[in-house]
């Protein structure tokens, strides 16, 4: 019986060495099978979907249209309005004209009438009108510029978070799958009598509560997935993967930059910045049109008439007409230094918020530097700790093939190497949100 035992014993020896060899590989395998099939999006590919499909922008757009009608609204205001009348009148009155045959009633006379109008801009109100509708233009302009910046960095978020979450899915599988065969080797064993029900059971347990781990990542992935697909406005049902080589990050020794000049391009770029001081030439512009609103207004007529009358057919009597007419409240009830004081509250407003933005906006890039700084230390550190625990596991296989470690230890070294590999991929992900935060601080385009 026990020779039966031990020749059986020999025999899964001999199919398991070659398995146990090849668990260092499991990775690799289960990558190619899992990445093989969907189809890879690149950044640049992603971000020009976005682009594309987005509704902030679309709107953005429309409003950009929406301002330069009002600019068009505000350039016609300096021309002249051309308008006519045309008028048929019956009266039991005789005309008193000039030239005109006062013996006859006339029943029945015609009328018709070209006038031009134009407003002369003697208290600037029409300039200033033109100017706030420019100024209106170029605010949207920097929405634009606002919302893709933000876009840009969301995207570049879901992007990373996706490729972060496929790799932690790849070593948590990767796991699962030594442990498996692990469970599969001990099981093995357990019919060949060599090995114990208890140490089966605990085998099937090391295995088995990895599960939830692996499926946790699953819907993670599942998640960021959906998350990325609404970004950039594809299907939901499409299957697609995310590609970047961390290989290719030219990571830096340390942070060089200086949040002083981080400040000034922020200062200089940020679509806020030019929106706030937007604002405050509109108030100055609004200001001077309520101001106006109190002046008299001057505007010059010039009208051509001419009229027939039935008792003449064929006969009209043209004339021309010019006017000067000048127009004006004498008593508003206050209502145009109300509005005066309100603008220029408003700009005092305009003048706290800017401050407190710019604030914002230190707080922001001292903590973005510190992110940037944080990350780089962290994928430096991941890196000593991945070439420690991959030394370890080539030892572990040494001790291994000279009988001085199980299976259990490979499996526990490779374990220790993916922790350490989780760790550099999360570094990688924070160092480039970190660069990609700064790039929306800045108000990089």
């Known amino acids: 019986m026990f020779q039966n035992k031990l020749f059986y014993f020999l025999i899964l020896m001999l199919v398991m060495i070659p398995s146990v060899q090849g668990l260092a590989a499991t990775n690799q395998s289960t990558t190619s099978l899992t990445l093989n099939n969907p189809d890879a999006l690149t950044l640049e590919q992603c971000l020009e979907l976005a682009y594309g499909n987005n509704k902030t922008l679309q709107k953005d757009q429309e409003n950009v249209i929406v301002a330069q009608d009002g600019v068009r609204q505000a350039i016609g205001g ?242 021309w007409l010019w006017s000067l007419s000048l127009s004006g409240n004498i008593f508003d009830g206050g209502v145009v230094h109300s509005k005066v004081m309100q603008d220029k509250e408003t700009q005092k407003l305009n003048v706290i918020s800017e401050a407190d933005l710019h604030d914002q906006i230190q707080l922001t890039l001292n903590q973005a530097l510190q992110k940037l700084n944080n990350s780089i230390e962290s994928i430096q550190a991941s890196k000593s700790s991945m070439d420690m625990a991959q030394e370890t596991l080539q030892m572990t296989k040494a001790r291994y093939n000279n009988g001085m470690a199980t299976t259990m230890d490979i499996i526990d070294a490779e374990n220790a190497l993916d922790t350490n590999l989780d760790s550099y991929y999360q570094g990688v992900v924070e160092y480039l949100l970190a660069l990609a935060n700064l790039d929306l601080e800045t108000g990089k385009d």
């Open 78 to 319: 300096f021309f002249p309005t051309l308008g006519y009348t045309a008028s048929s009148n019956n009266s039991d009155k005789k005309k008193q004209t000039i030239n005109y045959d006062t013996s006859e009633s006339a029943k029945e006379y015609y009328a018709g009438n070209l006038n031009a109008n134009l407003p002369l801009d003697i208290t600037g109100k029409l300039t200033a009108n033109l100017k706030i509708a420019r100024y209106k233009l170029a605010y949207v302009q920097e929405s634009i510029r606002k919302d893709k910046q933000t876009l840009t960095y969301e995207v570049k978020n879901d992007y990373y978070q996706v490729w972060l979450a496929e790799k932690q899915l790849e070593i948590e599988q990767a796991s699962y799958d030594d442990m498996d065969q692990h469970f599969q080797q001990i099981q093995g064993f357990y019919k060949a009598g060599v090995k114990s029900k208890y140490e089966l059971y605990l085998a099937q347990v090391q295995r088995d509560i990895l599960k939830p781990k692996v499926l946790n990542a699953q819907s993670t992935l599942i998640i960021y997935k959906l998350q990325l697909a609404t970004r950039i406005g594809i299907s939901k049902n499409r299957e697609f993967m995310v590609e970047y080589d961390p290989s290719k990050l030219n990571l830096p020794d340390g942070v060089n930059l200086t949040l002083d000049d981080l400040m000034a391009s922020a200062y200089q770029n940020r679509p806020e910045i030019h929106q706030y001081h937007l604002n405050t030439e509109m108030s100055t512009a609004q200001t001077k049109i309520d101001a106006a609103s109190g002046k008299p207004n001057l505007t010059l007529t010039a009208s051509y008439n001419e009229y027939s009358a039935e008792s003449e057919p064929g006969t009209y009597y043209p004339y």
